[in-house]
């Protein structure tokens, strides 16, 4: 290909730079080619991130890029190829155990599915408004509602600021997964329902953003959080 930009000036070829006035420099910790695949992509972005999630610290893997970049297929990928969030998935369930076992105490894992479209918040894993919306998958979960509501079909869910726990999207649906297959056939029934159109890069592109949440809520054997 083609470079984009040269360092020491031996090439005019700058296309990021042409017709600015000002030049732009980025830095990036990694960059990857086309001898990639994504076990290696996930081992060097997002993989030492599981183990700090199981002892209680917060961590997000976010994707960026144009229509057509790939962000889908880096993040969730394909049955042959899968991608990070997948990868993320197995290694949380494959550590859990031992990790449990090792510091006496079980986990709670729960996860959530929003998309943000034009300024909506919609629950990918409620879209209908009903609790029994994925009562028929044969998957391995249990399924709570963290305020009791079911929300409201075609409407939009609220964001509200909890003064303990921070923004909060009021009548967002949990679900209790039981294992990393249960995760994904959550991610794939919440994909189902992004919104989509056709651009001139992609026939299917999804026209919000989204965001797939896991929750994992550890205790001690005693009882106490």
Do not use: C
């Not at 030049?23 to 994504?38: H, L, P």
């Not at 969730?76 to 006496?104: C, Q, W, Y």
């Not at 209908?128 to 929300?151: I, L, N, Q, R, Y």
């Amino acid at each position: 290909g083609h470079a984009v930009s040269s360092g020491d000036g031996s090439t005019n070829l700058n296309y990021l730079n042409s017709g600015r006035s000002k030049e732009k420099r980025y830095a990036f910790d990694r960059v990857f080619d086309e001898n990639d695949d994504q076990v290696a992509v996930y081992e060097a972005t997002a993989r030492y991130l599981v183990p700090s999630v199981l002892d209680g610290y917060n961590a997000t893997v976010f994707a960026y890029g144009q229509t057509g970049a790939g962000k889908t297929h880096t993040m969730i990928g394909t049955s042959g190829e899968p991608g990070v969030m997948v990868l993320a998935f197995r290694d949380l369930f494959a550590m859990s155990g031992a990790h449990a076992l090792k510091n006496r105490v079980t986990h709670k894992i729960t996860v959530s599915f929003l998309e943000v479209y034009n300024e909506s918040i919609f629950d990918l894993l409620n879209p209908g408004g009903t609790k029994e919306e994925f009562s028929d998958k044969p998957v391995e979960w249990k399924s709570s509602h963290k305020d009791g509501s079911s929300g409201e079909a075609g409407k939009g869910l609220e964001l509200r600021e909890d003064p303990h726990k921070g923004p909060q999207v009021t009548g967002l649906r949990d679900l209790e997964v039981l294992s990393a297959d249960g995760v994904l056939a959550l991610l794939r029934a919440g994909n189902e329902v992004r919104h989509q159109a056709a651009t001139g890069a992609n026939s299917e592109s999804s026209r919000s953003h989204a965001v797939f949440q896991i929750m994992v809520e550890t205790k001690d054997q005693a009882g106490a959080a």
